[in-house]
């Protein structure tokens, strides 16, 4: 069973609960993706999912955001589509509270270090041509 709660500042909140279960998934979706952009600002949600990984300001740097998740046994990662960016951790069940300090720190705290954007800009190159050397990826991305 889902439960929907909305926050007194805008969020939306969808949880079920799995009493069995030993981890917590969480993932929280920013209205954010390639549909929604111009054509100046093509590629700026893609870009901020990558950057916000740089470091934030209680996690000031990779290392630290790493070890923060993966460090306790969790795995994290984000995404960007057309429509939205996602940025996900899955942690053990006593960890929820650190996955959730994460996640916010990640959405609201980004440090964008403007010394970090050309080697980012390589990286999601390089991300955009592993896409093509995918035939169904490819076609898919063309359709």
Do not use: C
């Amino acid at each position: 069973m889902f439960e929907r709660t909305a926050l007194p500042e805008g969020p939306r909140v969808i949880s079920s609960r799995l009493p069995g279960a030993r981890s917590v998934s969480i993932a929280a979706y920013v209205l954010a993706g390639s549909r929604l952009e111009s054509p100046a600002e093509a590629g700026a949600a893609h870009f901020m999912e990558h950057i916000t990984f740089k470091g934030t300001a209680a996690y000031p740097t990779t290392r630290t955001i790493s070890e923060a998740i993966e460090g306790v046994g969790g795995s994290f990662n984000a995404a960007t589509d057309r429509e939205s960016t996602v940025d996900w951790v899955r942690v053990p069940r006593r960890e929820a509270a650190r996955a959730m300090d994460v996640l916010g720190e990640l959405i609201v705290r980004p440090l964008l270090d403007p010394r970090e954007i050309e080697g980012e800009r390589t990286i999601i190159i390089e991300e955009i041509r592993s896409y093509q050397d995918d035939p169904g990826q490819y076609v898919f991305n063309i359709w």
